[in-house]
């Protein structure tokens, strides 16, 4: 069983930058592909980026060279850099861990134009 809970959420102007942590606790942390979601209003929740345990990173098409998925297994943590922030990356942001599939209850993040 693992726990997850998001911070570093907030308000940010376009072209801004904000970083999402997510903190585990309980399972082995390491074990895990960790991942970010985000569920934009009156949207199905997508993939952000996904990393594996040896560090093997995956994006979304739409934020590729702009955010950074990062881990530190020592710290149980994940991490999102997002920098050059569009109005559409408003969402709210959620931390996964798989397998199975364990959700945090997500981070608001609103882009303003």
């Known amino acids: 069983q693992v726990q997850l809970v998001e911070s570093g959420g907030g308000l940010v102007q376009a072209g801004g930058s904000l970083r999402l942590s997510c903190a585990a606790s309980g399972s082995i942390f390491s074990l895990y592909v960790l991942g970010w979601y985000r569920q934009a209003s009156e949207k199905q929740r997508e993939l952000v980026a996904t990393?594996?345990?040896?560090?093997?990173?995956k994006y979304a098409d739409s934020v590729k060279g702009r955010f950074t998925i990062s881990r530190d297994n020592a710290k149980n943590t994940v991490d999102l850099q997002m920098n050059s922030l569009k109005s559409e990356d408003t969402a709210v942001y959620y931390c996964?861990?798989?397998?199975?599939?364990?959700w945090g209850k997500g981070t608001l993040v609103t882009v303003s134009s």
């Open positions: 996964n861990a798989y397998p199975p599939n364990y």
């Open positions: 990393i594996t345990r040896s560090g093997t990173t």
